[in-house]
């Protein structure tokens, strides 16, 4: 496993990391779950991600259980918010920071978390509430460095221009060789101001993995296959974005690697990938994925994925 500075931080964190979106404390019974975190470990993941919201906390209370009793210091962990936790609690106003914060820390079973991100932007409260929240939060020493997932260049640029606060480290966008629209503005942006991306949904919520094909079924133990995992796919679900997907098979092939890993690897091309968030109900997927870790792809091979994947990629 090969590690990545986060931003501008201390923070250095695994170029495959785990995360619990629609898998533990939902998707994923408990031994299996527990099974993938300690595989992590031993493979070299430190890097954790999980959210409030994800099974409205329940995420976060299985990660709390399943890592205490592990040393502290050697593993980074992340969770987020912004999404509703009940009918009147949700968004990043100065109230809700400090009660989410608290809710998570007790649930996580720490004292405090390396990164605190804004699950989206809050269009309902100021800017700058936000940030001196996120800022006391820091200082207080109840999270180390704070992040943002899914905002827009103008929102990245307004926050950076908030006098006397934290500066953001981390930037969470959806990015995969099928959805790229963190390319344009995002990322460069982020690369001028020491904030590095942690990318979720590298693996198109599995379709690069290679294992839907266009005109059948999915495979009855997949996530498209879950009811309440598959809901999420979309367009890649399409037999036009599957189609073009198989034609990166021989790709891959030829590099020795998986269609996973040729997908992660992808991502990791751009210096401005931390780290890439990958899900996983089995440990043998854990041990997949980190194979893409130090993989260098060249210019040559990057044009053939371009061209194989054609008007399937996004947005």
């Known amino acids: 496993m090969e590690y990545r500075r986060l931003g501008r ?3 250095m964190v695994s170029e495959i990391s785990l995360g619990s979106w629609l898998t533990y404390g939902v998707g994923v019974e408990a031994e299996r779950a527990t099974a993938c975190v300690r595989r992590a470990f ?6 954790f991600d999980t959210a409030n919201v994800y099974g409205r906390g329940a995420a976060e209370s299985f990660l709390g259980e399943v890592l205490s009793g ?4 050697s593993y980074v962990l992340a969770t987020k918010a912004f999404f509703p936790m009940s009918e009147n609690d949700r968004g990043l106003s100065a109230e809700q920071i400090r009660k989410q914060s608290e809710a998570s820390l007790r649930r996580l079973r720490t004292d405090y978390v390396d990164l605190y991100q804004c699950h989206r932007y809050d269009k309902n409260t100021p800017l700058e509430e936000t940030m001196q929240a996120l800022t ?6 109840k ?3 704070i992040g943002f997932s899914e905002w827009s260049a103008d929102q990245i640029a307004a926050a950076l221009a908030v006098p006397e606060v934290e500066r953001f480290v981390s930037s969470q966008p959806e990015y995969s060789m099928l959805w790229r629209k963190p390319e344009p503005e995002v990322i460069p942006l982020c690369g001028r101001e020491g904030i590095s991306q942690v990318v979720w949904s590298p693996l198109a919520q599995g379709a690069l993995t290679g294992k839907y094909t266009p005109g059948s079924p999915p495979p009855a133990d997949s996530r498209a296959a879950s009811r309440s995992m598959g809901s999420m796919m979309g367009r890649f679900r399409d037999d036009q974005v599957l189609e ?20 992660l690897a992808w991502v990791l091309q751009e210096d401005n990938v931390a780290s890439a968030i990958t899900g996983a109900s089995r440990p043998d997927q854990i041990d997949e994925n980190v194979g893409a870790s130090g993989v260098v792809l060249d210019e040559g091979l990057l044009a053939m994925v371009d061209a194989a994947l054609g008007d399937a990629v996004g947005p």
């Open 9 to 11: 931080s201390e923070l």
């Open 244 to 263: 073009a997907v198989q034609r990166l098979r021989p790709l891959a092939a030829d590099l020795g690697l998986t269609m996973a890993q040729l997908a």
């Open 42 to 47: 031993e493979v070299g993941i430190n890097f």
């Open 70 to 73: 592990v040393d502290r210091s």
């Open 136 to 141: 006391e939060l820091v200082r207080s020493g």
């Open 143 to 145: 999270a180390r460095a």
